[in-house]
């Protein structure tokens, strides 16, 4: 588990502090989905978060970037308060995020474009991150020409190559298939050993959870924050089918189970 | 490799067709000639109604040897360009501004709707009187033909991004000048290239008749020629005109807008439907 001792130091990567927000329908109801959520997360963590639809999962990563608002709480990195988005914390979205009117080498160019880079210089760095996704054959394609699964290698090697200090990946995966979802994770685990990049990862699939990140955070709708954390430290690549990992698989499931149920009966209430 | 083949089947099949293309329009056309001819042999019209194409070629040959068509095509094309030019900036302008003031595009926009399909040639009576018979009535017929298209394309296809693209370039860190360069412009573009290529054809539209109307003899456009050659009944010189202006949409059409739209098109991938 991951102790006091770090909660307390001022030396995390990210800490996410008592952040709320709260939806206004238009019907005047109001949903709270994020309730005084607190996290911390320390240099080169993988920390996967997961929960079922609409427990604010995204939101919460939206606000970590900066793209979305809380509507109070802060966020700092490396202890200092960020209140807009910046390419020190970049998302990889669940699909479409790719610019079509660019190559691929274009596209994983393009971040450092804005930031003003020599053109070689570019090119350099953008063409290292494209072999570390293996995806050198395919540096002058354009995107429609990709796959699924290759279009979110892409969109990694892009946000690696301005070298955040945090990558936010919201349920990156979930539009690919299964056999190919298990090859990303690889990579994306390979990537994590070399580069020692902090990885917050959304996800409503638990054994992509398990199979990823050295701690996870199950979130919940009922409460909008915390529910429980747990931390896995078994040597990656994993068997989710294992025993160790079947362990704590059914005590996620309990939690997540009873959340379950409590979004049914108030389903049924109303 | 497997996608090296297919670009290499791509580019000869294109061939292939071009081929294709090219034969069909000769038929068309000799189809069209004779035809013509035919018309033409059975006398129903007499001659200075009806020229055979052997006639129509002799005009031809006569407007270039006497430089008129030469003429007439410069003026009216540099007339096109420099009003069409005039559209782009000031409705792009506008453009914009509705998309940065929310308010004003919403009242600006059901405005520029009903504009746009205002018949152009109202616009050319109505500039006789302010500006007289010169270049700037036509100017100001081509523009007020053309710009509201420019607008309304600017403004719906900004503001059709999807977010997505937006939310990305702007976690990248672009902001101002450079999400609007890099980012909105190149995701615009498929869109506000069909609504500039419609704007060129309001504006071709326009010009032509706006040169009818408001004649300036010192500089001869191709609708001056043609109304003059009416006063003439030269019906050969009006049908050799007709052409050429039928020629210039097409070199525009096929040749330029076609060209940038297909590049743009296969870029997307929005041409390639059983991928």
Redesign the interface.
């Known amino acids: 588990m991951i102790t006091a001792e770090y909660r307390q130091s001022n030396s995390m990567l990210l800490q996410v502090r008592e952040v709320s927000k709260t939806y206004l329908y238009a019907n005047n109801q109001k949903h709270v989905v994020l309730n005084r959520v607190s996290i911390d997360i320390n240099d080169g963590e993988f920390v996967t978060i997961v929960g079922s639809s609409g427990c604010g999962k995204s939101t919460l990563l939206n606000i970590v ?3 979305d608002r809380p509507d109070s709480g802060t966020i700092l990195v490396k202890g200092k308060h960020k209140t807009s ?3 020190g ?3 990889i ?1 669940q699909e ?7 190559s691929v080498l274009e596209n994983v160019e ?2 450092l ?3 003003g880079v020599p053109k070689s210089e570019q090119m350099q760095a953008a063409i290292r991150f494209i072999d570390m996704v293996q995806l050198s054959k395919f540096a002058g ?5 990709l796959s699924g699964g290759m279009k979110q290698r892409v969109a990694i090697a ?1 946000a690696l190559t ?1 070298n955040p200090d945090i990558l936010l990946m919201d349920e990156p995966f979930a539009a690919v298939d299964m056999q190919t979802r298990e090859m990303l994770h690889n990579q994306l685990l390979q990537i994590h050993d070399e580069t020692k990049k902090t990885i917050l990862f959304v996800t409503h699939n638990l054994n992509e959870a398990l199979a990823l990140g050295t701690r996870l955070i199950v979130l919940s709708p009922r409460l909008g924050s915390i529910k429980r954390e747990f931390s896995i430290n078994l040597p990656r690549p994993r068997d989710v089918e294992s025993p160790q990992i079947t362990v704590i698989k059914r005590q996620i499931l309990k939690e997540l189970e009873e959340e379950f149920q409590f979004v049914r009966r108030e389903n049924t209430v109303r | 490799m497997l996608e090296e083949k297919t670009q290499l089947d791509k580019r000869h099949s294109r061939a292939k067709l071009d081929v294709t293309d090219a034969a069909n329009v000769a038929l068309f056309l000799a189809a069209f000639l004779g035809i013509w001819q035919f018309v033409f042999l059975l006398r129903i019209w007499p001659e200075f109604l009806m020229p055979s194409p052997a006639m129509v070629l002799g005009s031809i040959t006569n407007l270039v040897a006497n430089s008129s068509l030469v003429v007439g095509t410069g003026v009216t094309l540099l007339r096109l360009a420099a009003g069409f030019l005039m559209s782009i900036g000031i409705g792009g302008a506008v453009g914009l501004a509705m998309v940065k003031f929310p308010g004003f595009g919403k009242t600006m926009s059901s405005f520029a709707v009903g504009l746009l399909t205002f018949p152009s040639i109202a616009w050319a009576i109505f500039a006789i009187l302010p500006f007289g018979y010169n270049d700037m009535a036509i100017l100001f017929v081509i523009v007020m033909a053309s710009v509201f298209s420019v607008m309304i394309t600017t403004y719906s296809s900004i503001r059709n991004i999807p977010p997505i693209y937006l939310r990305a370039a702007s976690n990248m860190g672009a902001k101002g000048f450079a999400l609007f360069q890099h980012v909105m412009i190149p995701a615009a573009t498929p869109s506000l290239i069909l609504g500039i290529r419609q704007a060129w054809s309001f504006a071709w539209h326009a010009l032509i008749g706006a040169e009818i109307l408001i004649t300036i003899t010192s500089e001869p456009g191709l609708g001056y020629v043609m109304s003059s050659a009416r006063n003439f009944h030269f019906m050969g010189d009006i049908i050799t005109v007709m052409i050429t202006i039928f020629a210039i949409g097409i070199v525009f059409d096929r040749v330029l807008f076609r060209k940038v739209e297909e590049k743009v098109r296969s870029r997307w991938g929005l041409d390639d439907r059983s991928e």
């Open positions: 970037a900066g793209l988005t910046d390419p914390r970049l998302v979205f479409g995020a790719l610019f079509p009117w660019l393009f971040g474009k804005l930031a394609s354009y995107i429609y020409q892009r301005m």
